[in-house]
């Protein structure tokens, strides 16, 4: 039974905003004009700004609100799906090609965190993904195999061996030590604020934009919600999964649910402790936050919106409770040897999926100053590291076969 409980968001609920910034009170003219004001929005104005470019940043919300704070902020190289399933979608090769984004990713984003001073809980973590099912067991089995021939260091753990380490049973598992990290992801936008506005980005949190569209002179206007208007020559569009509505890409969207402990203070029966991937369905993901309070999260729901209510309408009050109830017993039944297991914060949040879970990066081809930026599903902290570089190269003209990856008219899917 969840006990005492708060439905804050727990990574707003223990951080103090670090800093405020302005809503924009009077029109301006910029270069690159950001919409959104989470990691993504962010991330591209501090590569924009340090360019040498006069960016703005207009989020609607606090800076961080919306997905980033939700987040569980793990960082890995499969995410809901293996990668694997993302071989069986779009071909060895450009997964491959998108795995090699992702390392260089968590590799760009520790450094920042280090230069930011801050430090933002970011640690390296050892990964697992298991199957306690016979059906997931073929493909954890190819999983291992890929990793290994693509030099992705990991084990193949079988039940005897899971045994030793874990509390949970599994029919076979594939540990990767350091392919993963995790990090505050709050603190973490906070910090790549900081050093965006010290390289001279202007931030202004509360204006929402609600029309971006190309005018006369070869520029880009962006009517604000404070009743201001911003003129700039390029505008991204980074606004989470509203981004879809301009781009689309969205195959799904679905609510996801998140439970996070008290501190706990040794965790028997979970090697490392690292990052976990559940194979069988439903899938749930576990982690340690930086102040050791184990979160887990899954179990999403497409017919109940975050707020409970069925089709937007009727309201089903017990919903939320039972997948918070659900995802604590899992936690209980995993690690029967940590004791204090108790749910602090439990939360529902909106997410979203492409057709194969990778970002929405680019310009569409009839829009020549307008860049996308669609950042969603359980990669999307890496995805908006990723979409900060290869937008800057697209602004600049650079050739660039990693964006063709994420292009927003994308259409190699493997035929089966
Ligand atoms: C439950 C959950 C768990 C997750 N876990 C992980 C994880 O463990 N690891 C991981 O890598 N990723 C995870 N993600 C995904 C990740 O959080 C996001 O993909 C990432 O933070 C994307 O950031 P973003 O800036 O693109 O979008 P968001 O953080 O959603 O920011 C979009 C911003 O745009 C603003 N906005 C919207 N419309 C407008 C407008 N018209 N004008 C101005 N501003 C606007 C919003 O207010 C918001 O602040 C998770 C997501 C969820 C929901």
New binding site residues.
């Given amino acids: 039974m969840v006990k005492k409980t708060t439905k804050a968001v727990y990574w707003t609920g223990v951080n103090e905003a670090p800093a405020q910034y302005p809503w924009l009170s009077q029109d301006l003219d910029c270069k690159v004009a950001i919409?959104?004001?989470?990691?993504?929005?962010?991330l591209c104005a501090l590569r924009f700004a340090r360019a040498g470019y006069d960016t703005v940043v207009?989020?609607?919300?606090p800076?961080?609100?919306?997905?980033?704070?939700?987040?569980?902020?793990?960082?890995?190289l499969d995410?809901d799906e293996c990668l694997t399933e993302l071989v069986d979608k779009i071909g060895a090769d450009r997964t491959m090609m998108a795995v090699k984004l992702f390392q260089e990713a968590i590799g760009n984003l520790e450094a920042l965190c280090k230069e930011s001073g801050d430090g933002c809980g970011f640690r390296r973590m050892d990964t697992l993904r298991y199957a306690q099912e016979r059906k997931g067991a073929d493909t954890i089995r190819r999983e291992f195999s890929l990793r290994l021939h693509n030099g992705i260091n990991s084990e193949l753990l079988s039940a005897h061996t899971a045994a030793e380490q874990f509390t949970f049973p599994m029919e076979t598992g594939v540990y990767s030590p350091g392919a993963g990290a995790q990090v505050d992801?709050y603190r973490l936008?906070h910090a790549a604020a900081s050093l965006a506005t010290q390289a001279g980005a202007r931030i202004y949190e509360n204006?929402?934009?609600?029309v971006v569209d190309h005018c006369e002179e070869g520029k880009v206007r962006l009517e604000c919600?404070t009743g201001h208007t911003v003129r700039a020559e390029y505008a991204i569009v980074?606004?989470?999964?509203?981004?879809d509505k301009q781009c689309g890409g969205l195959e799904r969207t679905a609510t996801?649910y998140?439970v996070v402990t008290e501190p706990v203070e040794d965790f028997s029966g979970w090697r490392g402790p690292c990052l976990i991937h559940t194979q069988d369905e439903p899938r749930v993901?576990l982690?340690v936050t930086p102040d050791n309070r184990i979160l887990i999260?899954g179990l999403g729901s497409a017919l109940v919106d975050e707020h409970g209510r069925l089709g937007g309408m009727l309201e089903l009050s017990s919903a939320g409770q039972k997948k918070y109830e659900q995802l604590e017993k899992q936690l209980r039944d995993m690690f029967p040897a940590i004791r204090g297991i108790t749910a602090d914060y439990v939360y529902a949040?909106?997410?979203g999926r492409t057709g194969d879970g990778l970002p929405v990066l680019g310009r569409l081809p009839e829009e020549e100053r307008i860049a996308y930026?669609?950042?969603?599903?359980?990669?999307?902290?890496?995805?908006?590291e990723i979409?900060s570089r290869l937008l800057l190269e697209q602004y600049e003209g650079k050739a660039n076969q990693e964006l063709g990856l994420f292009s927003p008219r994308r259409e190699w899917r493997v035929k089966h």
């Fill in positions: 919409v959104g004001g989470g990691l993504t929005a962010v207009l989020g609607a919300e800076l961080g609100y919306g997905g980033t704070a939700a987040s569980s902020g793990m960082m890995c995410g992801p936008v204006t929402g934009v609600s919600t980074a606004a989470g999964l509203e981004t996801a998140t993901f982690t999260g949040s909106r997410t930026a669609l950042c969603c599903g359980e990669n999307g902290l890496l995805y908006s979409a």
